[in-house]
């Protein structure tokens, strides 16, 4: 009798520690369950990260687009700059007449790219060099100019003599400028830059 009472307690002990055991898994379960929940986002934070990721986006993009517009401006500015002392320099050294003629975008890469007939303050596509008149042989070529960019002149001709002089009686302006792609005109939220060259042909860049 006191051997089965023995048993009875034995087995009622080893009952209560199984159930025991698992209860403490369940709780620890729970406990981990309870602090994974906290290490996560609320809707609530998710919302206010939207908001402040919009707000960059509507700051950053624009900025990114005038600074790329920007660029496109300069990198036109330089590149007729040099070609025009490069074109002064020639004309002296040869004796020379250097023509700048503006062509058509599509044709400034063409054997015998034809000049288009422009008047002052008309926007130029592109451009070449040209020795001796319109007809005469292509000794550079510039780049199309990107798009949304105007590059104007103040006077129908853009040319150096044999002595390197700029031909008319006023100074030769050239401006180049982003326009709007809506307004189809100068943006004036970007800086225009002005290519000035003296009736002597000195050539300067102004901001």
């Known amino acids: 009798m006191v051997h089965s009472n023995v048993q009875l307690l034995r087995a009622l002990r080893r009952q209560w520690s199984a159930q ?11 406990r981990t369950v309870r602090a994974s929940r906290q ?3 609320s809707l609530l934070e ?7 990721v919009g707000v960059l986006s509507s700051v950053g993009v624009p900025a990114y687009q005038r ?34 003629c503006p062509v058509a975008a599509g044709d400034v ?15 130029w596509p592109a451009w070449v060099w040209r020795v001796n008149g319109n007809s005469g042989t292509v000794v550079y ?7 949304m960019v105007s590059l ?25 400028a982003a326009i709007d792609a809506q307004t ?18 000195q050539v300067t860049v102004e901001p």
Do not use: W, Y
Not at 68 to 95: H, I, K, P, W, Y
Not at 109 to 123: E, F, G, I, Q, R
């Open 20 to 30: 025991g055991l698992v209860a403490s898994a369940m709780g620890g379960a729970t």
């Open 39 to 41: 290490h996560g986002f």
């Open 46 to 52: 998710l919302l206010v990260v939207l908001a402040i």
């Open 67 to 100: 600074l790329d517009e920007q660029q496109r401006v300069d990198n036109v500015t330089r590149e007729f700059a040099q070609q025009m002392q490069s074109a002064r320099v020639l004309a002296q050294a040869r004796g020379l007449v250097m023509l700048a």
């Open 109 to 123: 890469d063409a054997v015998n790219p034809s000049c288009l007939n422009l008047t002052a303050d008309s926007s």
């Open 141 to 147: 070529r510039g780049q199309t100019a990107p798009k």
């Open 152 to 176: 104007t002149s103040n006077r129908a001709t853009v040319a150096f003599d044999e002595a390197g002089r700029a031909s008319g009686l006023t100074n030769l302006t050239i401006t180049v």
């Open 184 to 201: 189809g005109v100068a943006n004036n939220s970007l800086q225009s830059i002005k290519i000035r060259v003296s009736n002597l042909g």
